[in-house]
Structure formats: C-alpha cells, structure tokens
C-alpha cells in the first residue's frame, strides 16, 4: 500500500472535521439569529402586554368599569400570547445565554404569570361591574345574595393565582434584569402580593357573608358603640346599642337605646369560662363593665345572654366606635340631628370629647349621641353605596381592631375567629402577648391617654428565653376640662388631683410563660395574677396625675416557639397604641 492512501485518508478526517465545525457554526449563527428574533419578537409582545395591563389599571383606578371588560380581554390574550412565546424551545436556548438568560427567565416567569392571573380574574368582571355599581341591589332595598355567593370560587382560584404570582416573581433578582424588565417585574410582584389577601377575604366574605345576611333565614344582630374615651379591653364604654335584622340581605334598624336602657336588666354570666368568671367576678354582670376582656368571644357571648334575658334575642354581635362612625361618614356624607351635624372630620372629636363639654347631663348627651347615630344609620340603609369607597375607608379601622364581630353559628364563628375582626386571643404557645388596660376612674380620661408598648423577645435555642414586656401610659389631659359634668370625676378617689385618672394594666404573657420579676416607674413592685385563655395574667393598678407618665415593666421566661412570629394584641383606644417588637439573640 503507498503512502499516498494514508496522506489522503488523514486530508478526508479533516475536511469532514472542517465541514462539521462549519455546520456546527453555521447551526450556533442561525440558533442565534433565530433565538434573537424570538427575543425581539417576545420583546415587542411584552411592550404589547405591559401597555394592556396598564390599560387594565387605568379603566380600575380611574373607575371607568365600561372600559374594564375590554381592556382585560386584550390583556389577557396579550399575556397568553407571551406566555406561549416565552415557553418554546426558543425561548429555552436564550435562558441560558450569558447576559441575558436572567431576562429571559424573569420575561416567562412574568408572562405566565400575567397569564393565570388574567385567566382567572375573567369570570369575575361581570360580577365586578355589579357590585362597583351597586347592581346587586333591588329595588326593595335587598341585595343579590345568591350571584354574590357564586362568585366565591371564582374568587378564590384569583387569589390562589396572585399568591402564586407573587411567590414565583418575588424569587426574581432584579438587579440581574434588562433595565427595561425591571419595572414590570416590581409593579406586578408588587400587585399580586397586595391583592392575593383581599382576594381570598373576598372569597370568604362570599363564602360566609350571604347567611349572616340572612340569605337563609332573618338575623338579628345586636350593633354595640363603644367609646374608647373610657377604655374597656374589649374596646370601650358602651354607649349605645343597635338591633338590625338581615332577611335576604336588606337590613332594617329594629330598635336603638343607650347604656341606661342596657342596664335594667343584668347579663347572666353563665355562658363566661371559668377562668373569665374568675378574673373579672362581678363585673361581668353589668352592661357597663362586661366588656373589661380582651377576648371577643367571651365579650360577645355574654352580651348575646343579657340581649336574651332583655327579651331581644340577637343570633351576632358587632361592636363599632366613633372611627368606624367617622370612616363611614367619609362615604355618605355628614349627617345631622338634635341641633348637631357630625362630618367625617369631628366624629371621633364629638363622640369622644367634645359631646361632654356641650351637655352637662347624661340623658341629653346619651339622647344626642344616639339621635345622631339613627340619622347616620338611616343614610347609610338608603344610600346607593359605593361599595369600593366603603371598603377601603374601612380598611384601616377593621386592622386596628375597632370592628369585632362574633356569630352564634359555630361555622360562621370558626371562619370569624380567623379573621382581624374576630378579636380572638389565641391559646396557644407561641411568642403572642395581649396588653390591655381597664379604666377603674369611671371617667373619659382615656380620650388623653397615649400607650407605648415595647416587647423584647428573647430568643435561643437550648435554654428557656428569658423576656421584657414595657407598657408606658402617658396622661395628656389639656387644662380646663368641664367641672361640673362628672366626666372627668375621680369615682375611685373623690380627693384626687384635676386632670387625674386610674387604669388597670393587663398583660396576657404568652402560653406556658413564667414570671420572674417586675418593676413600676423603674422600682421593684408585684403584680398580681390571674389566668384566662390558658394564659397567666399579670395586672396592677396605676392613678396618673395629668401630664404625667407610669411605666410598668415585666421580665418573664417564655418557650421557645419559632414557628410563631411574636405578637402584640392590644385594644381600641382613642390614640393607637404604639407597639415596638424586637427579637434578641441571647437568653440572658
């Protein structure tokens, strides 16, 4: 065999080699030009998305709800389009590409997000445009019960999708992002975790609001005010009540009356825990004092009994104070009575100060109170309501806990329970304290009262973490307060200083924690004890002269329980208390 075979044999290897690089060159060049143009393509479908979503928000923040069927509808299709061009094979190779894979993986994480939101959020617009136009109301005054509660699924697969959403992009870096994907990515993980919760509260409220407004039957519900001027810890004085029945959801006022009309006939106890009958005693009996726990439903129960034993039987409770008055006001107007116009600006003012210096006597000041309360009532029961406007002026009272409600119905008391507005106190373990503090002067000083609340946790993981709770009460009663009303009469020391008043402090130390030591105005001092909810209870009493400040301190071993995040539970009052939480790395 010559040499010439080998010599051509080896040229042969390397041309097939040559011609495979080039074909492998040339398969690299057009993956790319092809990826590219997906890129440029995909990218103008994104611009396409993002200027039809903000046509969504548009027609929804400036409430043009003729506009939002449409504009969902191309968003929708924009979004479906982007999603099935980012999860092609395409799409798969530039995930990978230095530089820009990161923007390719966040543009499909987006695009299918949008998508499912969008899918979901369909079936709802219909419904949306009843209820933001208050179509769900005959003529009669009854709202469409059966439309609203079928809205629940609907509502739900929205909320479980945003949620989604919001957990799929909040794991996108952004500062990894082509600046142009940057701001659609933040806007929409933004959105979604905002509106994943009120979503799934929509879909409870769907679940569960139709029975309790009679859908299956009429209710009565007992509408107690409450007035943090002289605090209570299930929220306040009560004022006033209210009957309202429900019948296929139209409600109608049955009866109002006042604290002395609530007082000729006594609450019967029996329907109060053991360890409630224990701590509170008497107390529980009277329509003035029943209120002093921070558990609503323990309150509620036994207001419940003494509506029962007045011949009044209520199937719920809902308890409301002069903010929850004001927000509402911020929707139907002001409302006049009795010489009297309350405006969404001087509500809390007039309920819990100003009432007391213009009408010396009780009757009339309870008569005018409750005069103005039935014409707001009124307005509000003949109002076409914007439901939208109501729901966000309510938002932050029903945080801050000035709107409690209670259900007789066991399964509408397990959804309650779960709920800001359910008022419960947890007895479990965990890092969840509640503070509360009882007027003991029987005045309306608390309408000056300002509460700090610091809670230093301390955390560890072998030893029992060893914790402070500070409460810090500050009087702020301006000079010149009305002398001759009673109001801001020392009941518990006829001799006490102008200006003063008297709190009882109630610390509900989390479940399985253990008292070491405690100190008022920084000196070593007692607290007495008590239990309920399966809690130790710690509490002292306190006169605050005006202008001054009391702190009271407790230092306590509490179990470990991660799981938990730490807790503070606190009451309605006229000036929000202020909470700090700080979680230590030592157990001291």
Same mark, same amino acid.
């Given at each position: 065999m010559s040499d010439s075979q080998p010599k051509a044999s080896r040229r042969g290897r390397k041309l097939k080699i040559a011609l495979g690089?080039?074909?492998?060159?040339?398969?690299?060049?057009?993956?790319?030009?092809?990826? &590219?143009?997906?890129?440029?393509?995909?990218f103008r479908q994104a611009q396409a998305g993002d200027a039809s979503m903000n046509a969504v928000l548009g027609a929804v923040n400036s409430r043009q709800w003729n506009q939002l069927a449409p504009a969902l509808q191309t968003a929708q299709a924009?979004?479906?389009?982007?999603?099935?061009?980012?999860?092609?094979?395409?799409?798969?190779?530039?995930?990978?590409?230095?530089?820009?894979?990161?923007?390719?993986?966040?543009?499909?994480?987006?695009?299918?997000?949008?998508?499912?939101?969008l899918t979901a959020g369909q079936p709802l617009v219909p419904q949306a445009e009843k209820v933001v136009n208050w179509h769900l109301q005959g003529d009669n005054g009854s709202l469409d019960l059966s439309s609203f509660k079928s809205s629940a699924p609907d509502l739900r697969k929205l909320g479980a999708s945003l949620s989604a959403a919001a957990q799929r992009l909040a794991s996108i870096d952004t500062d990894s992002l082509v600046a142009p994907l940057v701001?659609?990515?933040?806007?929409?993980?933004?959105?979604?975790?905002?509106?994943?919760?009120?979503?799934?509260?929509?879909?409870?409220?769907?679940?569960?609001?139709?029975? &309790?407004?009679?859908?299956?039957?009429?209710?009565?519900?007992?509408?107690?005010?409450q007035n943090p001027a002289e605090a209570r810890g299930g929220g306040g004085f009560p004022g006033g009540y209210v009957t309202v029945a429900a019948r296929d959801g139209r409600l109608k006022v049955l009866k109002t009356g006042t604290s002395d009309d609530l007082n000729r006939v006594a609450i019967p106890d029996a329907s109060a825990p053991a360890d409630a009958k224990d701590l509170w005693g008497k107390r529980l009996k009277g329509w003035n004092t029943f209120n002093q726990s921070p558990h609503f439903p323990t309150v509620a129960r036994l207001a419940a009994a003494g509506m029962a034993a007045r011949g009044e039987?209520?199937?719920?409770?809902v308890t409301v104070d002069p903010r929850v008055v004001a927000a509402i006001l911020q929707v139907i107007g002001p409302v006049s009575a009795s010489g009297e116009?309350?405006?969404?600006?001087?509500?809390?003012?007039?309920?819990?100060?100003?009432?007391?210096?213009?009408?010396r006597n009780s009757k009339q000041r309870d008569s005018v109170s409750m005069s103005l309360v039935q014409a707001m009532l009124t307005k509000l029961l003949s109002t076409a309501l914007d439901p939208v406007a109501l729901v966000n002026v309510l938002r932050s009272p029903v945080a801050d806990g000035d709107v409690q409600v209670w259900s007789a119905r066991p399964n509408e008391e397990a959804w309650l329970s779960t709920t800001s507005v359910g008022g419960v106190v947890p007895n479990t373990p965990g890092s969840v304290v509640a503070v509360v503090a009882n007027n003991s002067a029987g005045s309306k000083m608390d309408a000056f009262m300002a509460t700090d609340l610091d809670y230093q946790r301390g955390v560890c993981s072998s030893a029992t973490p060893q914790s402070t709770l500070t409460v810090t009460l500050k009087n702020q009663a301006p000079d010149g307060l009305p002398k001759d009303t009673g109001t801001y009469?020392?009941?518990?020391?006829?001799?006490?200083p102008r200006g003063s008043t008297s709190t009882v402090v109630y610390i509900y130390?989390?479940?399985?924690?253990?008292?070491?030591?405690?100190?008022?105005?920084?000196?070593?001092?007692? &607290?007495?004890?008590?239990?309920?909810?399966?809690?130790?209870?710690?509490?002292?009493?306190?006169?605050?002269?005006?202008?001054?400040?009391?702190?009271?301190?407790?230092?306590f071993q509490e179990p470990d329980v991660p799981d938990v995040a730490p807790r503070v539970i606190t009451q309605s009052m006229v000036n929000h208390p202020q909470v700090r939480i700080d979680s230590r790395e030592s157990c001291g």
């Open positions: 690089v080039v074909v492998g060159v040339a398969l690299v060049i057009v993956g790319a030009v092809l990826a &590219m143009q997906s890129w440029l393509a995909t924009d979004a479906a389009e982007l999603n099935r061009r980012t999860h092609g094979i395409a799409w798969h190779v530039l995930g990978a590409v230095p530089f820009i894979g990161a923007s390719a993986s966040a543009t499909a994480d987006l695009a299918q997000s949008l998508d499912e939101v701001s659609p990515v933040a806007r929409f993980r933004d959105l979604a975790a905002s509106s994943s919760g009120p979503a799934l509260v929509a879909a409870d409220l769907a679940t569960w609001g139709p029975s &309790m407004l009679g859908a299956d039957g009429s209710r009565n519900w007992l509408v107690l005010l039987p209520v199937s719920g409770v116009t309350i405006t969404a600006q001087n509500a809390e003012q007039f309920f819990t100060v100003d009432v007391y210096a213009r009408y009469d020392r009941y518990d020391d006829q001799g006490a130390a989390p479940v399985g924690a253990n008292y070491l030591s405690s100190t008022i105005d920084g000196k070593k001092a007692p &607290m007495y004890l008590g239990h309920e909810r399966n809690r130790q209870v710690w509490y002292a009493y306190l006169p605050i002269n005006q202008g001054e400040q009391r702190t009271v301190s407790v230092h």
